[in-house]
């Protein structure tokens, strides 16, 4: 619709008869424009919180825990060090398989220069320097760990 000259005193358009500048017609277009603006707004701030949302995860299992509860495990339970360490190799895992095509292929989680026994104490020292941390947070630490073991 283009909007011409107002001729008149009653604010009709003189290319349509009976239709003013913002008469029932345009207002009707006018408050579907902006219907279909607000959800269109909606949804994408609604999308960007869920994009956010997929970003974080809820972690699960015996590692979900804190570097304390880890050192208390560990010094109580000894045999109990394998498990966490199982849990971390699965946790690492899970990281593999989250990153971009072309990004970690082929990263070793278990290589002959820093085998699990060392991963193991890897963990426990830093826990130990970090008791407020979250035992997952350790686990990342070793996983950038062994990304740079693969790159020498």
């Given at each position: 619709?283009?909007?011409?000259?107002?001729?008149?005193?009653?604010?009709?358009?003189?290319?349509?008869?009976?239709?003013?500048?913002?008469?029932?017609?345009?207002?009707?277009h006018a408050v579907a424009v902006s219907a279909l603006s607000l959800v269109f707004l909606l949804a994408t701030d609604a999308s960007g919180e869920l994009r956010a949302e997929a970003?974080?995860?809820?972690?699960?299992?015996?590692?979900?825990?804190?570097?304390?509860?880890?050192?208390?495990?560990?010094?109580?339970d000894p045999v109990i060090r394998r498990d966490y360490?199982?849990?971390?190799?699965?946790?690492?895992?899970?990281?593999?398989?989250?990153?971009?095509p072309g990004v970690?292929?082929?990263?070793?989680?278990?290589?002959?220069?820093?085998?699990?026994?060392?991963?193991l104490h890897f963990l426990e020292d830093h826990c130990a320097r970090n008791v407020t941390s979250d035992f997952s947070d350790a686990v990342e630490r070793l996983y950038k760990?062994?990304?740079?073991?693969?790159k020498t």
């Open positions: 619709m283009s909007i011409g000259r107002n001729t008149s005193k009653r604010g009709r358009c003189p290319h349509k008869a009976g239709t003013s500048v913002f008469g029932r017609r345009d207002r009707g970003r974080k995860a809820r972690i699960v299992g015996l590692g979900a825990t804190t570097c304390q509860r880890f050192n208390d495990d560990v010094r109580d360490l199982a849990w971390a190799q699965g946790f690492m895992s899970g990281i593999i398989l989250s990153r971009p970690d292929d082929g990263l070793d989680l278990n290589p002959a220069t820093f085998d699990l026994i060392n991963q760990r062994l990304r740079q073991e693969g």
